[in-house]
């Protein structure tokens, strides 16, 4: 078989950079194209669309890729298996050069064989290409090998004397080569139903965890924003050239770029859609875009970054997510751009190329995502499906309002990673949304009570100078600051007399006590998992955190705050009563009194020695590692927050105008400050205009900051930055208390948010609080 260009050429494509997936996956893609056009040709095929790859066992081995397709003639495997040769619609296939073969082969291997055959063919026919005995001009073996049965058809290619490294690699990540291709081909194994095996086990898609269709939240309390958006844009039909490849920019008879003739007008679309994942993640995010279903760009993040058209070169200006970044992102995407031309490792687009901008004008707009930026300089708001996701999800508060599953007082990112991992191995529990969202909700109940129990001591969000007065300590009518009768142990959580049916006239037996404990009660997420330790075996508890009503009642009748159900084997109930006493005036955690009653059972099943001191530090130590008081989490979660409020101070002075009087405020210290962490940030340019916007805010020093809120109060507060009362407020005791609520919160943030490598446990124990205090107090979050 004769074979153009010369082998020394083959040889050399061996050179080129392909990663050991990329080179299988080049071969699988002839396979998938096949399928491909079976399934457009609309012929039954009832033997399936199935490929497997068998990987070698050493580097002596061979690399073999096998497919059920249709099998080819010797003309067409002559054109196959010849580098630079492509089919005839180069648009619809996911091989592009017609070198691909080539060079995966080349790079794998010394020797390939092609054997292929088709439904009645009497034989397999094939070439073999020796690329250490194969010369200039050589023509590569025909082989042929007998056919056990007329009806097999297919293609095998066989590819030995293997490259060593590379072998190797494939030998020991079987695994990881699934989850590449389950990634790449996700689109394809799940919506054309195609099968790909890699060493005998099917690949499984990669899905994305993302929110389910019908979930939202309510940006400023009354813009509804979806999870999920669809993309669907049918584009201005276009004139591309089969041979080339190129799209045209006039019209003619002949491409532009090669002379052929045929030239054939083609649907142009941009599909898919842009989401929200359960889960953040420090890596997994961002947007993939496909081509004929197989994914060029994974996780990709360019869209997240804004370029200035009046900027210098280099100015980018990455949006997502630099604000809250300690813990990741979560927006997220999948879009088929079939028509955009990629480069010929089909790892990247052509950007360059016009119709990839219109994508990604259409996708994210020309101006900055964020709203209050785009408005400064002078753009419409950004209406793009990008920009409204960013809107409504660019926080990562806990509770319905930026839809985070949180456990009462913040956001619990490790467990819904850890639900993500279950949802990624097919655990059944974790493939719908519901656990997410279960947990959300019982956040935004466990908040709702522990308002209530502070709001009365609370200074008020209203300039209401009684309650102000009062939260200082000084009531109105004294005879009635006394004159509240405290409820008492025997009356149960939240001060409720004990009821039961039994003075109703009926004995209520323990389980249909527990029964209506379970009917009245909803699961809580976070405490619902194992909880042990190594040396004392493991209970699998659920939690289920009792509604407002009833007390929760032991079988003694004395009111507790938590009770144990046990189940068959190692599984338990816990109910807790959220009402109690216990949790309600004394702050006490859900999981502290949940250990307290797992310690002694645990004790007894493992015939411990341990105190119960040790043995609740011991299992909190074990089940419980993301609650722990860690310096750089606490110190990143309020960077995080201070990173929100410089923002929203941004946007505010520049829409008032008294950036110009604030700046006036700030020191000869703080100005040098400003002025060394811009140039770090390499804003060197923009040091010379320091003072004419608002922008100096982003770079100012936090516990700067402070001093900024004391010295012009009515700058921040009122609703503008925060939320509290003041120029309205007409005591001036009222006024500085309600200052004093901002900026102490605001202090601890600022503190642990610049010294948290040097903080003690009941330091980042106060800023933790503070950081959930300071958030209630953003304006616009109501």
Same mark, same amino acid.
């Given at each position: 078989?004769?074979?153009?260009?010369?082998?020394?050429?083959?040889?050399?494509?061996?050179?080129?950079?392909?990663?050991?997936?990329?080179?299988?996956?080049?071969?699988?893609?002839?396979?998938?194209?096949?399928?491909?056009?079976?399934?457009?040709?609309?012929?039954?095929?009832?033997?399936?669309?199935?490929?497997?790859?068998?990987?070698?066992?050493?580097?002596?081995?061979?690399?073999?890729?096998?497919?059920?397709?249709?099998?080819?003639?010797?003309?067409?495997?002559?054109?196959?298996?010849?580098?630079?040769?492509?089919?005839?619609?180069?648009?619809?296939?996911?091989?592009?050069?017609?070198?691909?073969?080539?060079?995966?082969?080349?790079?794998?291997?010394?020797?390939?064989?092609?054997?292929?055959?088709?439904?009645?063919?009497?034989?397999?026919?094939?070439?073999?290409?020796?690329?250490?005995?194969?010369?200039?001009?050589?023509?590569?073996?025909?082989?042929?090998?007998?056919?056990?049965?007329?009806?097999?058809?297919?293609?095998?290619?066989?590819?030995?004397?293997?490259?060593?490294?590379?072998?190797?690699?494939?030998?020991?990540?079987?695994?990881?080569?699934?989850?590449?291709?389950?990634?790449?081909?996700?689109?394809?194994?799940?919506?054309?139903?195609?099968?790909?095996?890699?060493?005998?086990?099917?690949?499984?898609?990669?899905?994305?965890?993302?929110?389910?269709?019908?979930?939202?939240?309510?940006?400023?309390?009354?813009?509804?924003?979806?999870?999920?958006?669809?993309?669907?844009?049918?584009?201005?039909?276009?004139?591309?050239?089969?041979?080339?490849?190129?799209?045209?920019?006039?019209?003619?008879?002949?491409?532009?770029?090669?002379?052929?003739?045929?030239?054939?007008?083609?649907?142009?679309?941009?599909?898919?859609?842009?989401?929200?994942?359960?889960?953040?993640?420090?890596?997994?995010?961002?947007?993939?875009?496909?081509?004929?279903?197989?994914?060029?760009?994974?996780?990709?993040?360019?869209?997240?970054?804004?370029?200035?058209?009046?900027?210098?070169?280099?100015?980018?200006?990455?949006?997502?997510?630099?604000?809250?970044?300690?813990?990741?992102?979560?927006?997220?995407?999948?879009?088929?751009?079939?028509?955009?031309?990629?480069?010929?490792?089909?790892?990247?687009?052509?950007?360059?190329?016009?119709?990839?901008?219109?994508?990604?004008?259409?996708?994210?707009?020309?101006?900055?995502?964020?709203?209050?930026?785009?408005?400064?300089?002078?753009?419409?708001?950004?209406?793009?499906?990008?920009?409204?996701?960013?809107?409504?999800?660019?926080?990562?508060?806990?509770?319905?309002?930026?839809?985070?599953?949180?456990?009462?007082?913040?956001?619990?990112?490790?467990?819904?990673?850890?639900?993500?991992?279950?949802?990624?191995?097919?655990?059944?529990?974790?493939?719908?949304?519901?656990?997410?969202?279960?947990?959300?909700? *019982?956040?935004?109940?466990?908040?709702?009570? &522990?308002?209530? =129990?502070?709001?009365? %001591? /609370?200074?008020? $969000? +209203? #300039?209401? *100078?009684?309650?102000?007065?009062?939260?200082? &300590?000084?009531? =109105?009518?004294?005879? %009635? /600051?006394?004159? $509240? +009768? #405290?409820?008492?142990?025997?009356?149960?959580?939240?001060?409720?007399?004990?009821?039961?049916?039994? %003075?109703?006239?009926?004995?209520?037996?323990?389980?249909?006590?527990?029964?209506?404990?379970?009917?009245?009660?909803?699961?809580?997420?976070?405490?619902?998992?194992?909880?042990?330790?190594?040396?004392?075996?493991?209970?699998?508890?659920?939690?289920?955190?009792?509604?407002?009503?009833?007390?929760?009642?032991?079988?003694?009748?004395?009111?507790?705050?938590?009770?144990?159900?046990?189940?068959?084997?190692?599984?338990?109930?816990a109910f807790v009563d959220a009402d109690h006493e216990v949790f309600q005036r004394f702050g006490a955690d859900y999981a502290d009194l949940l250990l307290a009653e797992l310690a002694p059972l645990l004790k007894v099943r493992a015939r411990s020695q341990w105190g119960p001191s040790q043995l609740v530090a011991g299992i909190r130590a074990q089940s419980l590692k993301e609650s722990a008081l860690d310096g750089n989490t606490v110190g990143a979660e309020a960077r995080d927050l201070l990173n929100e409020i410089r923002s929203r101070t941004v946007a505010?002075?520049?829409?008032?105008?008294?950036?110009?009087?604030?700046?006036?405020?700030?020191?000869?210290?703080?100005?040098?400050?400003?002025?060394?962490?811009?140039?770090?940030?390499?804003?060197?340019?923009?040091?010379?205009?320091?003072?004419?916007?608002?922008?100096?805010?982003?770079?100012?020093?936090?516990?700067?900051?402070?001093?900024?809120?004391?010295?012009?109060?009515?700058?921040?507060?009122?609703?503008?930055?925060?939320?509290?009362?003041?120029?309205?407020?007409?005591?001036?005791?009222?006024?500085?208390?309600?200052?004093?609520?901002?900026?102490?919160?605001?202090?601890?943030?600022?503190?642990?948010?610049?010294?948290?490598?040097?903080?003690?446990?009941?330091?980042?124990?106060?800023?933790?609080?503070?950081?959930?205090?300071?958030?209630?107090?953003?304006?616009?979050?109501?």
């Open positions: 078989m004769k074979i153009t260009p010369s082998a020394r050429v083959l040889r050399m494509l061996g050179e080129i950079e392909f990663d050991e997936w990329q080179c299988v996956a080049e071969l699988v893609d002839n396979s998938f194209d096949d399928f491909s056009e079976i399934v457009r040709s609309g012929v039954e095929w009832p033997d399936g669309y199935k490929v497997s790859v068998s990987l070698p066992s050493s580097a002596n081995g061979e690399l073999v890729i096998a497919d059920t397709g249709r099998g080819m003639t010797y003309e067409r495997l002559e054109r196959a298996v010849r580098a630079g040769w492509s089919g005839n619609d180069m648009h619809d296939k996911l091989g592009l050069f017609g070198m691909g073969f080539n060079v995966a082969t080349a790079r794998l291997g010394k020797r390939t064989r092609v054997l292929t055959t088709r439904a009645g063919d009497s034989e397999w026919i094939g070439v073999e290409i020796d690329l250490d005995h194969i010369q200039d001009d050589f023509e590569a073996t025909d082989i042929t090998e007998p056919k056990s049965d007329p009806a097999q058809h297919g293609t095998r290619i066989v590819i030995d004397r293997l490259n060593r490294t590379r072998a190797e690699w494939m030998r020991r990540n079987g695994q990881a080569l699934r989850n590449m291709l389950g990634s790449v081909y996700s689109w394809i194994l799940d919506a054309r139903g195609f099968e790909l095996y890699v060493a005998g086990t099917r690949v499984k898609p990669v899905r994305h965890c993302r929110w389910g269709d019908d979930r939202f939240v309510l940006y400023n309390g009354k813009e509804r924003i979806p999870a999920y958006i669809e993309i669907d844009e049918e584009l201005q039909d276009g004139v591309a050239c089969s041979d080339c490849g190129q799209w045209q920019l006039t019209h003619g008879d002949v491409c532009a770029d090669c002379g052929s003739e045929k030239l054939t007008v083609r649907k142009r679309r941009i599909w898919g859609w842009l989401g929200i994942q359960r889960y953040l993640h420090k890596t997994d995010y961002g947007i993939d875009f496909l081509r004929n279903g197989r994914k060029i760009l994974r996780w990709d993040r360019q869209l997240f970054t804004w370029n200035n058209p009046d900027g210098a070169p280099g100015n980018e200006d990455p949006e997502y997510p630099v604000e809250l970044a300690h813990q990741g992102g979560r927006i997220i995407g999948e879009i088929h751009l079939d028509h955009v031309p990629v480069t010929y490792q089909k790892d990247a687009f052509e950007y360059a190329d016009r119709s990839w901008r219109s994508a990604v004008e259409l996708l994210r707009g020309v101006a900055p995502l964020q709203p209050k930026r785009a408005e400064a300089l002078g753009y419409p708001e950004n209406l793009s499906p990008l920009a409204l996701l960013f809107k409504g999800y660019r926080r990562n508060d806990a509770g319905l309002r930026c839809l985070v599953p949180g456990d009462g007082r913040k956001p619990i990112h490790d467990e819904t990673r850890r639900w993500g991992n279950e949802f990624h191995k097919g655990n059944p529990d974790f493939q719908t949304d519901e656990r997410w969202w279960q947990a959300i909700l *019982e956040h935004e109940e466990s908040k709702n009570k &522990g308002k209530q =129990a502070k709001t009365t %001591a /609370s200074v008020p $969000t +209203q #300039p209401d *100078e009684q309650a102000v007065m009062d939260a200082l &300590g000084v009531p =109105a009518d004294a005879p %009635a /600051s006394g004159a $509240t +009768q #405290p409820a008492g142990p025997e009356a149960g959580g939240g001060g409720t007399t004990t009821m039961t049916k039994e %003075a109703k006239g009926k004995i209520e037996t323990r389980s249909e006590r527990l029964a209506r404990y379970e009917n009245a009660s909803t699961r809580h997420s976070y405490l619902s998992r194992p909880f042990g330790h190594p040396d004392l075996g493991y209970l699998n508890v659920e939690t289920r955190l009792l509604k407002s009503g009833e007390p929760l009642l032991d079988d003694s009748g004395q009111a507790v705050p938590v009770l144990l159900d046990q189940r068959a084997g190692n599984e338990l109930t505010e002075l520049n829409r008032s105008g008294e950036y110009r009087e604030v700046f006036g405020h700030l020191s000869e210290e703080e100005r040098t400050a400003v002025e060394e962490s811009m140039i770090a940030s390499g804003r060197v340019g923009q040091v010379g205009r320091l003072g004419q916007d608002a922008g100096f805010i982003s770079y100012l020093p936090a516990l700067a900051l402070v001093r900024l809120v004391e010295v012009m109060p009515e700058a921040f507060l009122d609703r503008r930055v925060f939320r509290g009362p003041y120029a309205d407020v007409k005591s001036p005791s009222a006024r500085s208390l309600s200052l004093a609520r901002v900026t102490g919160y605001l202090a601890d943030v600022a503190t642990i948010g610049t010294f948290a490598g040097e903080a003690t446990a009941l330091q980042l124990q106060r800023a933790r609080l503070s950081i959930t205090l300071l958030a209630d107090e953003l304006a616009g979050d109501e």
